[in-house]
């Protein structure tokens, strides 16, 4: 049983990493917009078919 | 009387093949009977679309799901040449070398769909020289990379030509970085508190479960340690407030949750040291988490519906014409570059970028933006002039003395800014019974303190009033209303209904009268003409003399009989010496003989009130009059809102005839009709009526709107209006409205259904806890469960939100 005095520990390291993951990605922006990219998923990335472009 | 092409449908439910709006005067392409559209600026962005095969986009629509609704599009008529100026590149293009582009960033309006996001991310594909375009949606940011020549006034251009009036950016991030550091501050205090409670519960859990000795002891004080960052980091802004409140003398929500908070980490850690093993730091960092993540949710509901409108006005009005004195010429510039002492060119229909003083040239002005008049003022060398007033008259020369934030509408949007951001979570009956409530547990809990430590020890004072604490915190008020109002927010937004506040709800709920403005309100506004008559005919076309002189005017009559002549087919003439003068009508010389077109005089009551003459050298030649129909559905939806117990009254400035005449047609009785009133005699009407409703035009009727206890623009530009009004309706139409009340009604009801439950429960664990029944660690676990309870029964809300959010997923 005395093996949680590792394992403990170690499982709270491992969680602290994750916290530290989360606060470096919120820094970063990551979190910043929630609302498009899970929109741009629902679009497809094909060039339009009759698309003409603007040449002025 | 001639008949004029343009159909008037009240009966068919057309719509704008581009917006879905339903289409009262129907626009078409010539040659297409397919496609119906209800302006001029959905048919624009129409054909813009199709001649570049784009129409994909009304397929988008169908497909995702929409986060606002919106109205149909105003046409776009800027050029945003000053964006081309190399003091404008300097501030707002970001180069990159490597590549050799270069990448500006816009605010963009009317953002609202899926579709939008399709087409704007689509522009490389249809716009020579753009390499990428990245839209934000929540916070409406477009990120174009172009290569290095193209002109940026070109792909702003071709922007607003879709439909998205764009705002560029300065590209060292400056409105919005304020906003992104407090969300992700949030962010962070909630990731950890969500992190440590839930690995104290993992903790917790086990001596929950029995576990005894040694080990629980020590897993006890890793329970302590890891409440140490919720402790001190993330609970911080509740102690900030219930400090603030408490220098105040204010009660507030957040005292008796901080008061919980340190007495059961207090008497947690005390606890534990002296060898027990029970630990209540679980149930505080899940409060302090739940408590955490609702306000966040209701913080970004606020924001959504109102900052993506609002923040458009920061970015003020674009273009300036500003005297350089090295070229002496007058040259476009980017209205945020003006300094003090500027001298700058208003053009007539141009909005002033900036507060000053005319130097040269006179004219008049419609300040409605600022006093709620939109009667044209008269202006003279030496008279000021305010950002974002609109230039009617003549061009004027103007030295600039206040620029953005120091204008007058810049200290007006700041200070709108601020009021918002310091509102505490809670509608004001609720705040009256948190209150009541707050100040009732500290009064109890001292009461079984002493009576406990006087019957029996310290002890169990401590302990039993330790438990009621924990078990009285107020989470259904704490938690549960953000959380409603949040949803409601949300709701109305998608809905097109944008409220300032959270506490407009109740003031909707609780208000007795609706007063209605007539003109755009109950009517659609647009003067549109109802019988012509020709008492002379001469060479010329009496259409095309009048479609000629109005092409000039900036008045809603002329603009209005600008748009349906021209829509009919008129032939322009050249006009010398054209002179408007507000309340004279305009004048003009075309080919030698003078014109005017005026109210007619003579005999008042002959004519009704909105009927003009065109008059030749002071001859009389043509009547027409003009008609403001009501709204189609109108009389129901007024009748609607006397079901919901509002009672309906019509407020204008308009002739008792031309009331009654509206008033009859939607069903609000004579008493409840006021006509010929002036702004003053609304502003005095309204503040004798206590709880009263006014909806009307946000520029028009902005004092009226402010009085009132709730004020509705349901027109008008959204700056404007918001700074009156406290909630803007995006759609035309009274539905919206009907919509607001009825929510308003039901998420009032939700909270209340909230409150009962929280004070049943309270008023049973108060007692229990004073008897000694429960102890401070069951507390702690009846706490949370109570938390889960009143979160779960506000979801799943009143069968009216639930019908309202199903409805709005369909039909939008």
């Known amino acids: 049983m005395s093996i949680i005095y590792v394992l403990a520990p170690l499982a709270l390291l491992l969680g602290l990493s994750a916290v530290i993951a989360f606060l470096w990605a919120v820094n970063k922006g990551q979190f910043d917009d929630m609302e498009t990219p899970a929109n741009r998923m629902l679009l497809e990335d094909e060039p339009i078919q009759n698309a003409k472009m603007y040449t002025q | 009387m001639e008949d004029l092409k343009h159909t008037h449908t009240s009966k068919t439910a057309l719509q704008c093949s581009h917006c879905g709006e339903k289409v009262v ?34 397929d988008m629509k169908e497909k995702g799901p929409i986060f606002k609704a919106r109205g149909p599009i105003k046409e776009n008529k800027e050029n945003f040449r000053y964006m081309d100026s190399s003091e404008f590149e300097e501030e707002f293009v970001q180069y990159n070398s490597e590549t050799g582009t270069k990448t500006v960033r816009f605010y963009l309006e009317g953002i609202h769909c899926l579709a939008c996001l399709w087409l704007l991310e689509k522009l490389p594909e249809f716009k020579k020289g753009i390499t990428q ?17 193209v002109f940026i006034s070109d792909v702003a251009k071709e922007i607003a030509d879709l439909g998205y009036p764009p705002h560029p950016l300065a590209s060292k991030g400056d409105l919005e970085s304020f906003e992104i550091k407090e969300n992700r501050k949030d962010l962070s205090r909630i990731g950890v508190a969500a992190f440590c409670s839930m690995n104290i519960m993992l903790y917790a859990v086990s001596i929950y479960g029995g576990a005894e000795g040694a080990l629980a002891h020590q897993f006890a004080w890793v329970t302590v340690v890891l409440s140490l960052p919720v402790l001190f980091y993330s609970a911080i802004p509740f102690y900030k407030s219930a400090w603030s409140t408490l220098k105040k003398g204010t009660p507030s929500i957040d005292q008796p949750v901080v008061l919980a908070i340190l007495v059961g980490s ?14 209540y730091f679980d149930s505080l960092s899940v409060l302090v988490f739940l408590l955490l993540f609702s306000r966040y949710i209701l913080k970004k509901a606020q924001k959504k519906g109102l900052d993506s409108s609002l923040a458009g006005s920061f970015f003020g009005n674009g273009l300036a014409h500003r005297f350089n004195s090295d070229t002496g010429q007058f040259e476009d510039i980017y209205s945020r570059f003006l300094k003090v002492g500027d001298n700058i060119k208003v053009m007539p229909g141009e909005i002033f970028p900036a507060d000053g003083d005319i130097t040269k040239g006179q004219t008049s002005a419609d300040l409605s933006l600022l006093s709620g008049e939109s009667t044209p003022i008269n202006m003279f060398p030496g008279t000021p002039v305010f950002n974002g007033t609109v230039n009617l008259g003549n061009p004027v020369e103007v030295r600039v003395s206040y620029v953005g934030q120091d204008s007058r509408l810049g200290q007006i949007l700041e200070k709108i800014q601020q009021d918002r951001s310091e509102k505490s979570p809670l509608l004001s009956t609720v705040d009256r019974l948190a209150h009541q409530f707050i100040v009732a547990i500290f009064i109890i809990s001292a009461f079984v303190l002493g009576i406990n430590w006087y019957l029996y020890d310290g002890a169990i004072a401590i302990t039993r009033t330790l438990s009621l604490v924990i078990v009285t915190c107020p989470c259904a008020l704490a938690l549960a209303t953000p959380l409603a109002l949040s949803r409601s927010l949300n709701l109305a937004a998608k809905a097109g ?17 609706i007063l209605f403005d007539k003109t755009g309100t109950i009517t659609y506004g647009t003067l549109s003409i109802d019988g012509w008559k020709d008492l002379h005919q001469g060479e010329l076309s009496s259409k095309d003399i009048i479609y000629s002189l109005e092409k000039f005017s900036n008045h809603p009559i002329g603009k209005s009989l600008t748009q349906q002549l021209g829509d009919e087919g008129v032939n322009e003439l050249p006009v010398s010496d054209f002179i408007e003068r507000s309340g004279l009508g305009v004048s003009g010389t075309i080919n030698g003989i003078s014109y005017q ?13 909105n009927t003009i003459g065109l008059y030749g050298d002071e001859k009389l030649l043509t009547i027409v009059s003009l008609k403001d129909t009501p709204r189609h559905n109108a009389k129901r939806l007024i009748q609607k809102l006397k079901d919901l117990g509002k009672a309906a009254f019509i407020l204008s400035g308009d002739s008792k005839q031309n009331v009654a005449r509206i008033g009859s047609a939607v069903g609000i009785e004579t008493e ?20 009263v409703m006014m909806v009307g035009d946000g520029a028009n009727d902005a004092m009226a709107l402010q009085k009132a206890n709730v004020g509705v623009a349901v027109s008008g530009s959204v700056e404007v209006s918001l700074r009156a009004a406290d909630v803007y309706l995006t759609t035309p139409g009274l539905e919206p409205l ?27 664990g108060a007692t229990l806890a004073a008897l000694g029944y429960i102890t401070p660690l069951s507390a702690a676990i009846l706490m949370p469960i109570s938390s889960f309870t009143v979160l779960f029964t506000t979801l799943y809300g009143t ?14």
């Open chain 2, 25 to 58: 005067t129907e626009f078409k392409n010539h040659d297409d009977e397919e496609h119906v559209f209800c302006c001029t600026g959905c048919r624009a962005v129409f054909n813009i679309l199709a001649s570049k095969g784009l129409e994909e986009y009304y």
């Open chain 2, 133 to 149: 375009s990245r839209l934000e949606m929540s916070d409406s940011v477009l990120s174009v990379t172009m290569e290095k020549n």
């Open chain 2, 266 to 279: 207090l008497s947690g850690v005390i606890d534990i040291w002296n060898g027990k093993v029970d630990t």
């Open chain 2, 497 to 513: 209904i944008i409220i300032k506040t959270f506490d407009v709800l109740e003031r909707v709920a609780r208000s007795k009268s």
């Open chain 2, 597 to 609: 077109i005026k109210k007619i005089e003579g005999k008042t009551g002959s004519y009704p009130t």
């Open chain 2, 672 to 691: 409840k009709q006021f006509s010929e009133f002036s702004p003053e005699d609304k502003h005095e009407l309204i503040s004798q009526m206590p709880d």
């Open chain 2, 738 to 764: 009907t919509n607001l009340v009825e929510l308003s009604n039901q998420t009032l009801k939700l909270i209340k259904r909230n409150l009962v439950i929280s004070v049943v429960y309270n008023l049973l």
């Open chain 2, 799 to 812: 069968k009216w939100l639930r019908h309202f959010v199903r409805q709005s997923e369909v039909t939008l």
